[in-house]
């Protein structure tokens, strides 16, 4: 009798024993893990940027005074407008030129810091890097300072050349040229790191073997730099035209916009009419109409990555 009594107890104590293994078990794995262990991040990114998002979609189908719902009539207010096919053309202009020029500088000054004995490449790496380890806003200032109609240190030193003063950020075509040339001085560091990284993986035999095979220094960039670089380079550049397209400090520090409408892009755009001009939806509407933009970019880029992937 005394045995039967205690069986219920040891099968009460054994449950939680069960429980506390099942637990374990499941700590163990590797999956519940790595979600536990980025659950924190993944809260971060719904807050910052989910929410955000589903609420700028929601702007953008109120009116002005935010108590009526329209639906697409932001924009369709939108597309009748010249100044936002101005916005569009220019963001376009400026996103691609700046990216295309950041990956070339960046892949060449990668190329001559890689060539570096190891001694050397620290110092080099670290004076190369301070233009992107600088606030975007803080360096454009100096910028300004350079392009300043009455005081430019560039049209100082073109005036002993003989070449007129240069108006930087006064007419259109220079201040594109201005903005651009900012971004690229900015950003081409960035892609410099990232690329000089993907070469220190490229293996040193496959150098060895085009060498023999008789590759010239142009046949080995092409034929296995390039091809063993390609992914970072699809990724860098993505992430590149995402940041770019989205660029604010610059542009609005820089030119404000003009002249005459002919330097904005999305975010400055968005803020001179949803902040500045008091309509919140309009803004919402022009920042996402960047969207389906990236979207397509980010498709063809990813795509390609993802086909080369399942061939190796």
Known sequence: MADVALQPNRVGAAQPARKRSGLQKALKRKS??????????????????????????HLATLNKSMQRFVGFGNFEFLFKRDTFWL???????????????????????AHF?????A????????????PWVIPPAMSTLAWLWLFDPSYSAFNYTLSFLGIGPIPWTGDAAW????????????????FMIMYLASLKSVPDQLYEAAAIDGANWWQRIWYVTLPMMRNIIAITTLFSLIVTFANFDIVRILTAGGPLDHTHIFATWAFRIGIEGSDIPLGASVSLFM??????????????VNKRGNEA
């Not at 519940?32 to 700028?56: D, E, G, K, Q, R």
């Not at 810091?113 to 004995?117: K, M, Q, S, T």
């Open 32 to 57: 519940t893990a790595a979600f536990l262990m980025t659950l924190p991040l993944i809260i971060l990114i719904t807050l910052l940027v989910l929410y955000p998002a589903f609420y700028s979609l």
């Open 175 to 190: 201040a594109r040229f201005s903005v651009i040339l900012v971004n690229v001085w900015y950003g081409a560091p960035f």
């Open 119 to 130: 001694k050397g490449q620290r110092k080099w790496r670290g004076m190369l890097l301070v």
């Open 87 to 109: 916005v569009v053309k220019q963001s376009c202009i400026f996103a691609i030129t700046a990216v295309l020029f950041k990956a070339l500088i960046g892949f060449i000054v």
């Open 113 to 117: 810091v890689h060539n570096i004995p």
């Open 291 to 304: 969207v389906p933009i990236l979207a397509v970019a980010a498709i063809f880029i990813l795509r390609d």
